[in-house]
């Protein structure tokens, strides 16, 4: 019988980022980051909209308006926030046994 290879599938972590006042922050990952900008509609559902372009891997700096923004991560990450009192950061794993991805969150100047 022929063997057939194995799909690996990666864990991710879902960040979600709760923006009071325009807050600027500092994201660092090894991979491309997407941010989306959520908003709801006037039925009540949910939709995602890009936010400026993709991140490089490497060291960004993002400017955000008052809103809500997601972003996934796969691999280890740091995000600085700059004015703590401008934002509040959530996250929610995706487990796949073995792999966990990480984000250190640091806040302030």
Request: net charge neutral.
């Amino acid at each position: 019988m022929p063997q057939h290879p194995r799909a690996h599938a990666l864990s991710s972590l879902a960040v979600v980022l709760n923006v009071t006042a325009p807050a600027t922050l500092i994201l660092t990952a090894h991979e491309i980051v997407r941010i989306d900008r959520m908003a709801q509609g006037a039925d009540g559902a949910v939709t995602a909209e890009r936010h400026g372009d993709l991140l490089r891997p490497g060291t960004n700096t993002i400017q955000l308006d008052r809103g809500t923004y997601h972003f996934c991560i796969r691999g280890a990450a740091r995000l600085h926030v700059i004015d703590p009192d401008s934002m509040t950061v959530s996250m929610a794993k995706s487990a796949t046994p073995g792999h966990l991805p990480a984000l250190t969150v640091s806040y302030g100047d």
